[in-house]
């Protein structure tokens, strides 16, 4: 339907804009990496989200950014269907205060 397309096309726009702050902003770099891998795994590239989102995490963990990082790990774990860190990941949402992230995790 239209508002898929729609969706699409504003998603790829986004996409863009998250990127090119990326370039210019060493910050930017996690988020950017999150939402690439995301939406890489929603199109059906599991092999590429999963490295995406890898070296989010890394980047995340060098940058110093816990909830960039944390979010990167549950994504990582949604996309391999491995709930084996999980109770570790909604820990470190605990700490950090993140309610609405722990009312999302599955």
């Given at each position: 339907?239209?508002?898929?397309?729609?969706?699409?096309?504003?998603?790829?726009?986004?996409?863009?804009?998250l990127e090119n702050f990326a370039r210019?902003?060493?910050?930017?770099?996690?988020?950017?990496?999150?939402?690439?891998?995301?939406?890489?795994?929603?199109?059906?590239?599991?092999?590429?989200?999963?490295?995406?989102?890898?070296?989010g995490i890394d980047v995340a963990e060098e940058l110093k950014m816990p909830y960039e990082k944390n979010r990167m790990r549950y994504e990582l774990a949604q996309?391999?269907?491995?709930?084996?860190?999980?109770?570790?990941?909604?820990?470190e949402f605990e700490r950090m205060g993140c309610v609405y992230d722990l009312t999302n995790i599955t």
């Open positions: 339907p239209r508002h898929d397309r729609d969706f699409t096309r504003i998603r790829k726009i986004a996409l863009k804009a210019t902003q060493t910050l930017g770099r996690p988020l950017n990496l999150l939402w690439t891998g995301v939406f890489a795994a929603e199109n059906g590239n599991q092999k590429k989200a999963e490295k995406i989102l890898r070296q996309l391999m269907q491995d709930n084996t860190d999980m109770g570790e990941i909604k820990q």
